[in-house]
C-alpha cells in the first residue's frame, strides 16, 4: 500500500471523527470527550497529510 492510499484512509474516518465531535460540542454534550475526538482527528489529518507530501517529493 502506498503512502497516498494510506493517507486518505486516515483522512476518511478522521473527517466523520470531526463532524461528530462538532455535533456534540453545538449540543453541548461531553465537550471534553469532543475536543479529545477533535485533536485526535486533527493529529491523523496532519499525518495523512505529511505521508501524501513525502510521496509528491518521492514521485518527483
Aim: aromatic share 6%; hydrophobic share 65%; proline share 2%.
Amino acid at each position: 500500500m502506498d503512502f497516498l492510499k494510506l493517507a486518505l484512509l486516515l483522512a476518511f474516518p478522521a473527517l466523520v471523527w470531526i463532524g461528530i465531535a462538532r455535533s456534540l460540542i453545538q449540543r453541548g454534550i461531553a465537550t471534553h470527550v469532543a475536543h479529545t475526538m477533535g485533536a485526535i482527528a486533527a493529529m491523523l489529518v496532519l499525518v495523512g497529510a505529511l505521508l501524501s507530501v513525502s510521496t509528491l517529493f518521492k514521485a518527483g
